[in-house]
């Protein structure tokens, strides 16, 4: 399990960076300020949860069953708030409106919560294994 959680957290810190990169210096030219703005603001909490993540999978504090739990959480949540607001940032260079699934982004938002508060509950309640 912490081998998955640390390839993961390695992935998305790793496409954090190209998408931070991409967004510094060649988004500007397709898009307004205010998308670029939106397109960094997902890259930002991407990268939040990578080193969230890495902290998690580097971890021996805690079972495995609870790190999976809290993994899937954050994972799911990272997919559905920062890629939902890279393609709400490109809207204005797709003819599909990717404002129909905006409602996605808060739910991302949702998952990453429960990741963070699954952790912190799990900290405050458990035995530690060492």
């Not at 931070?20 to 603001?41: N, P, R, W, Y």
């Amino acid at each position: 399990m912490n081998r998955t959680i640390l390839s993961t957290a390695v992935f998305m810190g790793l496409l954090a960076i190209i998408l931070g990169a991409f967004g510094a210096h060649g988004l500007q030219k397709l898009v307004d300020a205010s998308a670029v703005e939106t397109f960094e603001t997902g890259v930002r909490y991407q990268m939040y949860n990578a080193l969230f993540l890495l902290f998690l999978g580097l971890w021996t504090g805690l079972a495995n069953s609870y790190k999976k739990r809290v993994f899937v959480l954050v994972l799911i949540g990272v997919i559905l708030f920062s890629f939902s607001i890279y393609l709400l940032a490109l809207n204005s260079l797709t003819a599909f409106d990717f404002k129909r699934i905006g409602f996605l982004t808060p739910l991302g938002g949702v998952f990453m919560i429960l990741g963070w508060f699954f952790l912190g509950y799990y900290i405050l309640t458990k035995k530690p294994l060492n």
